[in-house]
C-alpha cells in the first residue's frame, strides 16, 4: 500500500495538525469569539430568513450580494476589487498558491498568526519570520533589511497582531508598505477592535491588499473573510478561487448579519470596554509581570518565570480554558492569552486568575 510518506513531503508530515483545545463544560476564552449569540428575537428572524435558501441549488458562485453588503457597511474602495473566502485561512492560501512558482519567500514578523508560516510551508515556499522587538512592537530596521535582503513575494502584517494584540503605528506601517518590492497584505481579523484600518488604501499602492474576516465579529461559524486589492489583482487571484466556496447558508447568514449590524456592534463596543476593564485588572496583580496594550478582542500577558503552565492548569481546573502560548517558548515563555468574555466570565476569569496566582505550587 501507497503511504503518505512515500508521496508527502518529510517538512510536512513532520508537522502536528492545526489543534483546537476541547471546552466542552468549560468557560471558553482561548480562540478569540465573540461570546455573545443573537438576542432571541434576532435568532428567531435568522432562522425564518434561512427558510428561502435553496439548498438543491449551487450558491452565487461570486457572492454579489454578500460583496456588496461589505462595500456598504466596510466602505471598501470603489476601485478596489473584492475577493470573498472561506474565511481568511482560505484567502492566505490562495494567496501563498498564486506567488508559490516566484522563486520569492513568504516574509512576516514574528511571533505572529501562524497560519502565514504552515500555509507557506505547505506550499513548499520558504518563510522567514522577522523577530519584533522585545515589547512586541515592530523591528523596523530589521525587518526594512528583510524586505531589501529577501526581496519578499508576501509581507502578511497582522494589524493588530496575534498572539500579542499591538497594533503597530500606522505612520510606521506605510514606511514599511512602501519599502516592500512585493505585495503587502495587512490582516485586519480584529478591526472591529482597533482604532486604525488601511481599507480606505487598499489597492492603493497596487501592492497593498486588506484582509479581514468577520469570524471576531460574531459570526465564526460561518466562516467568511475577504480580501480587498486592486481590480487586476483579484481578477488574477480569482482563478485559484475554488467554484461556490462560499455556500449558500453563509451567504444569507452575513447578509442578514449586516441588515443587524448594529447588533453586532454593540457586542463589539461593550467588548472593548470589557477589554479595558480586565488589562486595569491584570495590571493591578502583583504576579502579573506584563499586560500588552491590545487592539484586539484579547489580552496578551506575562506572569512569573517558569509559572506559565501551572497557572494556565489551575485555571483550567477552576473550568476556564485561556490560551497557554508560552508553551512555544522563546520569548512567548510565561505568557498566557485570554479572549474577552461576556462580563460574567470575564468576572470569572478574573477570581480564578488571582487564586492561581497565590497558589505557589
Same mark, same amino acid.
Given at each position: ?86 474565511? #481568511? ?114 489597492? #492603493? ?24 486589492? #486592486? ?104 505568557? @498566557? ?15 480564578? @486568575? ?8
Amino acid at each position: 500500500m501507497t503511504r503518505p510518506s512515500e508521496l508527502m513531503r518529510p517538512e510536512v508530515l513532520e508537522r502536528s495538525a492545526y489543534a483546537v483545545a476541547d471546552a466542552t463544560g468549560l468557560i471558553k476564552l482561548d480562540a478569540m469569539e465573540n461570546p455573545f449569540p443573537w438576542p432571541g428575537e434576532l435568532e428567531a428572524a435568522w432562522l425564518e430568513a434561512l427558510r428561502g435558501v435553496e439548498l438543491n441549488r449551487y450558491p452565487d458562485p461570486v457572492g454579489r450580494d454578500v460583496t456588496a453588503a461589505i462595500r456598504a457597511a466596510h466602505g471598501l474602495p470603489a476601485e478596489a476589487g473584492c475577493l470573498l473566502g472561506n474565511g #481568511s485561512d482560505e484567502l492566505i492560501q490562495i494567496l501563498i498558491t498564486a506567488v508559490q512558482g516566484s522563486g520569492r519567500p513568504v516574509v512576516s514578523p514574528v511571533p505572529t498568526f501562524v497560519m502565514y508560516e504552515v500555509l507557506a510551508r505547505a506550499a513548499g515556499v520558504r518563510f522567514v519570520g522577522v523577530p519584533l522587538a522585545p515589547d512586541f512592537d515592530l523591528d523596523v530596521p530589521a525587518l526594512l533589511q528583510a524586505l531589501e535582503q529577501e526581496r519578499p513575494a508576501l509581507l502578511f502584517l497582522a494589524f493588530p497582531n496575534n498572539p500579542t494584540g499591538r497594533l503597530y503605528d500606522p505612520g510606521v506601517v506605510a514606511e514599511v508598505v512602501a519599502a516592500n518590492p512585493g505585495v503587502t497584505v495587512i490582516d485586519e481579523a480584529y478591526a472591529p477592535f482597533a482604532s486604525h484600518s488601511f481599507l480606505p488604501q487598499a489597492g #492603493s499602492p497596487p501592492g497593498l491588499m486588506v484582509m479581514r474576516t468577520l469570524s471576531k465579529l460574531g459570526l465564526a461559524g460561518v466562516r467568511l473573510g475577504y480580501l480587498a486589492a #486592486s481590480a487586476d489583482w483579484v481578477d488574477a487571484l480569482d482563478r485559484l478561487r475554488l467554484p461556490y466556496n462560499v455556500n449558500a447558508l453563509t451567504q444569507r447568514s452575513v447578509l442578514f448579519a449586516f441588515e443587524h449590524g448594529g447588533t453586532l456592534e454593540r457586542q463589539a463596543r461593550l467588548l472593548r470596554e470589557e477589554r479595558s476593564r480586565i488589562a486595569a485588572a491584570l495590571g493591578s496583580l502583583p504576579a502579573v509581570r506584563r499586560v500588552v496594550p491590545s487592539e484586539a478582542n484579547f489580552i496578551l500577558f506575562e506572569v512569573a518565570a517558569g509559572r506559565g503552565r501551572a497557572v494556565f492548569e489551575s485555571l483550567l481546573d477552576a473550568g476556564i480554558l485561556i490560551k497557554d502560548v508560552g508553551r512555544v517558548g522563546g520569548v512567548l515563555a510565561d505568557h @498566557l492569552r485570554v479572549t474577552v468574555g461576556a462580563p460574567e466570565e470575564n468576572d470569572a476569569f478574573l477570581a480564578a @486568575l488571582a487564586e492561581a496566582l497565590r497558589d505557589p505550587a
